[in-house]
């Protein structure tokens, strides 16, 4: 167990949707990084937080956005779903606001759009 | 930009060792990474190593770096069929840069 959750596990929804996923870092860390898993782009950084500021962005859709809450859990906002949206997205989190900072997964949310 | 590539499959034999090679593309002073992800889990940090190191050790981990050649090895020694999984290499530059995963590569242990 790394420490990091995330909700939900499962999200099955239809093209055009919104959802929400939520991570929350392992006690103590203040940042929060998320990356998407497919078959076809493999693993992606989309984003990161740092005590609740953007610090890096990586291949992340107009469509998507995150932040992070003073409480320091992270939300990952996805809207207008496509077919291509369906994908493994995970979070990390590292203590310090570097990317060289060893990253604890979580379990990832699997989002199936219909 | 970063780039970090992996061959896709390995197949070895229960008790033999396994080695899992990554080549890399970045220059700078930097982090290399070994994750494993067993089927339907998330990742899970190995071993990491720095650009400055030449090797590390860790219980049945080697992991091998040619700064040279920009090439990253993991050495799993005495593999089991509980290392099955895809394992993946990824770099990340000093400093607040993101990380760059290669595609993976999955192992597969025969009994």
């Known amino acids: 167990d790394s420490g990091v959750t995330q909700t939900p596990k499962h999200l099955i929804t239809a093209t055009g949707q919104r959802v929400t996923l939520r991570c929350s870092p392992r006690?103590?860390?203040?940042?929060v990084y998320w990356y998407q898993q497919s078959l076809d782009q493999g693993l992606q950084f989309l984003i990161q937080?740092?005590?609740?500021?953007?610090?890096a962005k990586g291949n992340i859709l107009e469509r998507f956005s995150a932040q992070q809450f003073p409480d320091l859990h992270s939300e990952l906002n996805l809207s207008s779903l496509e077919l291509g949206d369906s994908a493994l997205y995970f979070c990390?989190?590292?203590?310090?606001?570097?990317?060289?900072?060893?990253?604890?997964f979580g379990p990832g949310t699997r989002l199936t759009v219909l | 930009g970063e780039d970090v590539e992996q061959s896709l499959f390995l197949s070895v034999r229960e008790g033999d060792s396994s080695v899992i090679n990554c080549t890399y593309t970045?220059?700078?002073?930097?982090?290399l990474y070994w994750y494993k992800q067993e089927p339907g889990a998330g990742l899970q940090l190995l071993t990491y190593?720095?650009?400055?190191?030449d090797m590390k050790q860790d219980q049945r981990l080697t992991v091998l770096l040619n700064k040279k050649d920009k090439h990253l090895s993991l050495r799993i020694a005495d593999t089991q069929t509980g290392d099955s999984a895809i394992y993946f290499c990824?770099?990340?530059?000093?400093?607040?840069?993101?990380?760059?995963f290669g595609t993976g590569t999955k192992l597969q242990v025969i009994p």
């Open positions: 990390a989190s590292t203590q310090g606001g570097r990317a060289a900072d060893t990253q604890y």
């Open positions: 006690s103590g860390d203040l940042s």
């Open positions: 937080y740092y005590n609740g500021e953007e610090r």
């Open positions: 970045d220059s700078s002073s930097t982090y």
């Open positions: 190593i720095f650009s400055n190191m």
């Open positions: 990824a770099e990340s530059p000093g400093g607040y840069q993101k990380v760059t």
